[in-house]
């Protein structure tokens, strides 16, 4: 199984911008599901992001228009663009990809602050 390692999280004030990356150990080129969750202590893990493979055509989607998913085949990353920021926003946001054949890893995580 392979390793996901997020980056690019940090603190920063309402209405600021973060890019967070995700660099996978694999090849993310035959996964079928590339995504973003995030959490806040005491509640579920709350889906953010993903780009869901149907055939060969890559579906994008995310919670918020303020959110963008973006992957780059050959650094094996994954990225999410966030803009606007709100507090709400403040959370550990994990990356998550999904093969073929069902098979998920998750990152660590890395902390996202929204506060003035």
Do not use: H
């Not at 973003?36 to 889906?47: H, L």
């Not at 963008?68 to 550990?92: C, F, G």
């Amino acid at each position: 199984q392979g390793r996901l390692v997020e980056s690019g999280g940090g603190s920063v004030p309402p209405g600021g911008s973060l890019r967070l990356s995700c660099a996978s150990s694999l090849s993310i080129f035959s996964m079928d599901t590339l995504g973003w969750y995030r959490q806040t202590p005491g509640s579920q893990r709350e889906w953010v992001a993903e780009i869901k493979y149907e055939g060969s055509k890559p579906n994008a989607k995310s919670i918020e228009e303020r959110f963008t998913i973006s992957k780059d085949y050959r650094a094996n990353s994954i990225y999410l663009d966030m803009r606007d920021l709100k507090p709400e926003d403040t959370a550990v946001y994990y990356c998550r990809t999904e093969g073929q054949s069902g098979d998920v890893t998750w990152g660590q995580g890395t902390q996202v602050t929204i506060s003035s």
